[in-house]
């Protein structure tokens, strides 16, 4: 069996998350959440496959 996850959607999921538990932490996800987005993007690291 074969999973395909995408990097971006989990790192969106967990971002998400952790605004909802910790809203003051907003500034800092977001700019994480750019920032990886970035080197996703430069890297060419657009999903996983596990399995």
């Known amino acids: ?3 395909h996850l995408g990097l971006t959607p989990l ?3 967990l971002a ?3 605004i909802l538990v910790m809203p ?3 500034n800092y996800i ?6 990886a987005i970035g080197l996703i993007g ?3 690291a657009g ?3 596990i399995g």
């Open 11 to 13: 790192i969106s999921l």
């Open 24 to 26: 003051r932490l907003l």
């Open 42 to 44: 430069l890297v060419g």
């Open 30 to 35: 977001v700019a994480i959440y750019l920032i």
């Open 47 to 49: 999903g996983l496959r």
């Open 1 to 3: 069996m074969n999973l």
């Open 16 to 18: 998400g998350i952790l």
